[in-house]
């Protein structure tokens, strides 16, 4: 066997496909490779065009062939761009459905003496194997990306889910403390308040015995009642006794009436029921917290209401709502520095409550911006702040359904707006039963 014969027998046994075309595209010879499965062996399809073997990608060919031509070079065509050029049945199925042949196709030149291209050699790699395992390769990767952001919303969820718990124990002891509390002074400051009313009316009456017994005195004509009479009111300075009296009384029943105002407050804030779903006041409930606050904020703050006419009860937490109204302004208060101002609206708006709280103090800084819902984000000194107030807010609102947002100018305050929709019962009932599915 000549050398030229033990070429062309290797080159025809190749794993590889090989056919060489002339600068007319028609086939000069193709090994086994291309004859095994097209069944047509080199000698009968020489002379043909390669365009009219392969008429589904002919065009493509045409422009791969041409530019080898042409320019001189090499040209590539990998499976990962372009799967399938030689409509090939696949050695190895890819998938169940699939079966064709994934291939990396080659073009290349053949320079004759003159260094001029006198045949291009196409050549045919079954990558069908490689493809199969990079597929497969992807799929894996892609659901263990996504196995991995479920485990980490798992994670999170449960972060959640703990730092909830923990704040709301803190908030029920709290809320138990006050509670008890509000009950345990409520009785004792009912009657001071009821017997100083009845106090004051005893005073009255004793107050105009008085000044009828002083009448009847200076009526006598006796001048050692007279002077007696001058001596006791002077020694025990009774004008100013007798003036000062209703005074002193009326202020005590103020400041009753103040101590009951807390301890309703207190009552109110802490509903005892606090889970519970009901329908109610939102500017009760703000009225309250700012109540419980009021020591807190009256040196830092005045606080201005714009509290919209006519606004409708919404089915809530009230307690819980309470929280957030509370963090809101016990943040605001603390980004003022000396003292400025803190404005509560609470509007309707599209079938929702907006509350807003704006602040005049330090603002945000931008890079904090982001993070200020994240539990345990504070900046806070170490005992002044856990950082789990707007955590803990964010997720008392979206159990509401609704949205807490955030706008923050540094130097000038901060607003958040809540929009609370005006849920239902029954839109409550649907919400959770889906959560629950969620969570299973
Ligand atoms: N109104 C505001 N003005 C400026 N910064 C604020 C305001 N509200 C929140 N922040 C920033 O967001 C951080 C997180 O607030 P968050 O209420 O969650 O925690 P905290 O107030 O630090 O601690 P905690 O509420 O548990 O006592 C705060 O430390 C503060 O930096
Ligand atoms: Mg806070």
Redesign the pocket.
Known sequence: MNQHHLFEHVVTQLSIGACIVDPDLNIVFWNNFFADRLQLQSGEVQGKSILTLFPEQAAFLKRKLQSVFVLKNASYSYWEQRPVVFQFKSSRPITGEECQMFQNVEIYPIFDDEQQVSCACITVHDMTVTASYHQELTRLTLKLEEEKAQQQQLIQRLEEAQNQLLQSEKMAAIGQLAAGVAHEINNPVGFIFSNLQTLQEYLQKMGKYIDLLGKIIDKVPQNTLHAMKADYVQRNQLEMVLSDCPELVAESLEGADRVMAIVKSLKEFSHVDSTDWQEADITQGIESTLRILSNELKYKAEVVRHYAPDLPHIYCQPMQLNQVFM?LLV??A??IETFGKIEVSVREVDNALEIKVQ?S????APE?LKR?FEPF????PVGK???????LSYSIIHRHQGQIKVT?EIGKG?CFTLHLPLLTPEMLTDAENSVRTDLV
């Open positions: 963090n943040n605001a603390q980004a602040d103090g330090s603002g945000i904090h200020i984000f504070t900046t806070k702040g856990t950082g789990l107030g707007l955590s923050s901060t």
